[in-house]
């Protein structure tokens, strides 16, 4: 489901700027709030593994990447060909350039009956790639969740930003619309003090994408350079 940018305007509250500047400022503020906090999350269909191969495409139907793009990985599962759901894995993340660093040249190169890691090159999100490689097909083997945020040009936004954060995409576009030099309702020092609340809302929304709604502890495991 998706809300049109429009949608925001009465949250918004400056009545002197036309709605293509408020429909811009919400669509900027909608991707800055989403590569920061990485709370919009999808599940794509399952893959199919071939043996003997290490990198495998991500991509969103042709209705969602009207909308949407893929910024990074959240989680990936695999299991062997032929197994009940139930057999499904979850898959280690871990960072090509620190093994790089720490590995012998051709340890890629790998390969076993099964997976036990992933990673996702910075340069190119789209592209998982299993470590050690498998040896052995699995027929829609590999599970992927996806983290994701708007395309630029984009007209409608995911219903979880206007349902759980529509007060805070809407405090991003008056950052926006404020810090908007030479316009009638530019206001620098407004400006400011809104980039801090935003980045403060972008904050407490990427620990709700780390935890969910739950009141665990929060343990972060330091795994490379990246966590992609």
């Not at 910075?122 to 829609?140: F, G, K, N, V």
Request: aromatic share 10%; proline share 6%; charged share 20%.
């Amino acid at each position: 489901m998706t809300v049109a940018l429009s949608s925001w305007r009465p949250f918004i509250q400056m009545p002197m700027v036309p709605l293509p500047a408020i429909e811009q400022a919400v669509l900027d503020a909608a991707i800055r709030f989403c590569e920061g906090s990485h709370i919009w999350k999808h599940t794509l269909d399952r893959i199919n593994v071939v043996g003997d191969q290490a990198g495998y495409s991500l991509s969103l139907s042709t209705a969602m990447a009207a909308y949407a793009r893929i910024i990074g990985v959240a989680a990936a599962w695999y299991k062997q060909d032929g197994e009940e759901d139930s057999s499904f894995t979850r898959l280690d993340p871990l960072s090509a350039d620190h093994e790089d660093r720490v590995q012998y040249d051709a340890w890629h190169l790998d390969s076993s009956s099964t997976p036990s890691n992933y990673y996702v090159n910075a340069s190119d999100p789209t592209t998982l790639y299993l470590y050690p490689i498998p040896e052995d097909d699995s027929d829609e083997g590999l599970l992927v969740k996806v983290c994701l945020r708007p395309i630029e040009g984009a007209t409608v936004l995911p219903d979880i930003l206007y349902n759980q954060y529509r007060r805070q995409i809407a405090t991003g576009a008056r950052a926006y619309l404020y810090g908007t030099p030479g316009m009638p309702w530019s206001n620098p020092n407004k400006a400011n003090e809104l980039e801090i609340v935003f980045d403060e809302m972008i904050a407490a929304a990427n620990l709700v994408a780390m935890k969910g709604l739950t009141h665990q502890e929060l343990t972060v495991q330091f795994r490379g350079d990246s966590w992609l």
